[in-house]
Every structure is written in C-alpha cells, then in structure tokens.
C-alpha cells in the first residue's frame, strides 16, 4: 500500500510560501514505515486538480492532501475531489457548531462564508480540527481500494491533526507496516564527493541503507533502517553509525538535531570555558548562531561587529600600520581582532572573523570568498586560518559558512586537547 501527497495552492507554486507541510508529512509516514514514491503541488484550480487525482487515485492507495480548507472561493479541495468521484456535498450540522463556538470564543460571529467548511462529501468521515475551523475528512470513495484524507494547509493545525487522529486512524487500520527510523551524521570540513568516496560499500547497502547529501557546505549521511519495532531498527543503525564515526573521524562533527553551534557549546560548558567573538563581513551571523542555543549564555559573553576599520583598530585594538599594510583581510588582523576581543570581554576563547562577502569589493590578490579566521586560545597563542569559498558563491552563503566554518576551527582546537579527538 503506497501514500501520495498532494499540496494544493497557488502561493506553494508561486514560491511565497515554503511547503513544509510535505517534509513533514515525508517524515511522519517514514516513521509510520508507509511508502510514498510522489510529491504533488497543484494551484487551486479544479481541472488541475481534477488531473492530479487522476494520476494519484490509480498508482497510490493513501492520498493526503494538504491546503484548499478555507472558506475563500478559491479553496476548492474537498468540493474538487467530490466532483471527481461523483459524489453530492452534504453539510455537517455538528460542523457548523463548532466553527460557530470557535468564533464566539474570539468574539466574533461566524461568516456566511463558513458555512462552506461544513460541507463534506457524502460518506465520509470528519478528521477533526480542534485549533482551525477547517476540519479535514478521512474518506473511503472506492472502498478498501482508496482512502484520503484531508488537511488544512495551516502546519500548526495540520501537525495537530495528524497527531491526535490520523496516525491513530492509519495504525488501526493496518497502514502502518512496522517504521523507518532514521539517523543523520552531519560532517564539516569535507565534500560530498570525497566523502562518499570514504564511505563508498555502505552507500550500496539495502537495509539500512546509507544516503549523502549536503547544503551550505554541510555534508550528511542518513542511515535510515526498516523494522518491526523502533529497537529492532536502533540495532541495525548503531552498527553502522559506529563504523561511519571511525571512518569519518573529526570530520564528523555530530548527528540529528545538533549543530556547530551547540556542539562547540557543549564542548565550551564542559570545560567552564567562556567565549567572545569579533565580526566583520559576517556582521554578528556567528553571534547569532551562538545565541540560538538555549543556555549560551553560561559560557558566550559576547561580541564587536567591528565592520569598519576604525573600530577594529579603537575597540578591538588591531594596529592601524597592520590595516593598511596588509588590509583588513589578512591574517594578522585577524589575529589582532581575536586577540583584541578575547582581552576587552575578558575570555578563555577569542574568534575572529574577517573577510570578503561579495559581490564586490574583491581584487586580483584578495577576490570574493576569501576570509580570514582568528583564534586566541586560553594559553595565550594566536593563529589564523585562511579559507576561499569562491567568487562564484553568494554573498549569504560565504556569510553562512564563515560563521560555521569558524565554530569548526574552535571545535577541532578542543580535539586537539582530547586524545580520543
């Protein structure tokens, strides 16, 4: 039995909106070890739709359709799939009542327009929506050959639903054929290729099976396994993983829902380190990604956007016969500022960021991409690392991967106090 998703909405097509309603559902119907080979967005028109039901209803068995509840003449899902199958709408007086209360409760009354929500096909069944006044269905039109259901396109209330009815509803009636559960190892500081390279026998693996892939210079590898039970399948995981991490090495950096940031977090809350940092062409990204992780605040005190040269030289003390010697992107300066910063805040550690972001701005001997990283370590040395990211890359991506890549450099400075590192 095969699930399909289809997103219905001009603003999915148009870009405006982000589908993370089809991600989700992605992974939900993974872990419910439910197959589904397509992903499809259609506007809200009903003979694309039409179309688009078509195709699904004779290669899939699970159709889940997100989007196209409201109460606007373009929301036209629930009447399009009626029309298709033949079906008359019928409205729900149960239905009614509770869009009317849901309006009460905010103080308002209930539009006419509203009345088309309760409108469902007949025979079918309610998917309740305890949060929107869009409620979905859960509809049989072909008997035991079909099931669909349907979502609002809001993710807060599709989230909702699917956790309180659907996966109930999908387990109960034999959709769920035991789970895919999933690990991902996240790596910095080697490409896609060359990794895949290193780990090349366990990419032809069956179950689990071993799959790369990266973004903004990230690189990953999901170890998804198949099983009856969520133990069965950590068992054929941890092997893996175990094997991936000794092949890998630092490159390895974490797996799941960690990050540079958190990682060198945990390593600088375990050793009752403090950090501060000093940020030109990043303008405070790497500050930011610090602050992003709940409790930061015990060992990152602070930061200087020091994007002009003058506050490099008056607040973080960079010698201002270095700056025009060498430039503001160069190694020393980046020395000077991680040194400057670590002194003025007073901490164990001091990262420096200085660079070229684009698009303009680059020469011959200094081009876009290139950046310069400090590092003031606790013992009181200093070092730079130099990086060229391409003159190709967007400005928002050097951006991105300096903040990274110089959380990655103080990480692989921890590594080299650890002899299991």
């Not at 095969?2 to 997103?7: K, S």
């Not at 559960?181 to 500081?189: A, E, N």
Request: charge should be negative; hydrophobic fraction near 40%.
């Amino acid at each position: 039995m095969v699930a399909e998703i289809i997103c219905v909405g001009t603003e999915l097509l148009l870009g405006d909106i982000l589908n993370s309603n089809a991600q989700f559902l992605g992974q939900q119907l993974a872990q419910l070890g439910i197959p589904h080979y397509y992903q499809t967005v259609v506007g809200d028109n009903p003979e694309r739709l039409k179309k688009v039901i078509a195709i699904a209803s004779e290669r899939s068995q699970l159709l889940i359709f997100t989007g196209g509840l409201g109460p606007t003449p373009d929301d036209l899902t629930v009447e399009t799939i009626a029309n298709f199958f033949g079906v008359s709408l019928i409205e729900i007086p149960e239905i009614i009542e509770d869009i009317t209360q849901k309006f009460s409760q905010r103080g308002r009354v209930m539009s006419a327009s509203n009345r088309k929500q309760a409108l469902i096909p007949e025979g079918a069944e309610i998917l309740t929506n305890l949060t929107g006044t869009a409620p979905g269905i859960i509809w049989k039109p072909r008997g035991d050959q079909l099931t669909i259901l349907t979502f609002p396109g809001v993710p807060a209330e599709l989230y909702q639903m699917w956790s309180d009815v659907a996966i109930p509803y999908l387990k109960n009636n034999g959709w769920s054929q035991g789970i895919i559960q999933s690990r991902t190892l996240k790596f910095w500081g080697i490409a896609e290729s060359t990794l895949a390279e290193k780990v090349a026998p366990f990419l032809e693996m069956k179950n689990p099976t071993v799959a790369p892939y990266a973004n903004h210079g990230e690189v990953k590898l999901r170890i998804s396994a198949r099983a009856d039970s969520q133990e069965i399948a950590q068992e054929l995981i941890t092997p893996v993983e175990t094997q991936l991490r000794e092949i890998t090495g630092l490159n390895c950096y974490g797996a799941d829902d960690e990050t540079l940031a958190s990682v060198v977090g945990a390593l600088l809350q375990q050793s009752h380190s403090t950090l501060s940092v000093a940020e030109s062409c990043t303008g405070g990204g790497l500050g930011q990604m610090l602050t992003e992780i709940p409790g930061s605040s015990e060992y990152f005190l602070g930061g200087v956007i020091a994007y002009d040269n003058t506050v490099k030289a008056s607040v973080l003390g960079v010698k201002p016969d270095d700056l025009a010697e060498f430039g503001a992107v160069s190694a020393i300066v980046a020395q000077q500022m991680a040194l400057g910063v670590k002194t003025l805040l007073k901490t164990t550690w001091g990262l420096s960021i200085t660079g070229i972001a684009g698009p303009g701005g680059g020469t011959a001997t200094k081009p876009v991409g290139l950046v310069y990283i400090g590092l003031a370590t606790p013992q009181g040395q200093v070092e730079s690392r130099e990086y060229r990211f391409g003159q190709t890359r967007s400005r928002d991506w050097i951006r991105r991967v300096t903040a990274s890549s110089a959380l990655d450099l103080l990480r692989h400075e921890f590594a080299k106090c650890d002899p299991l590192g």
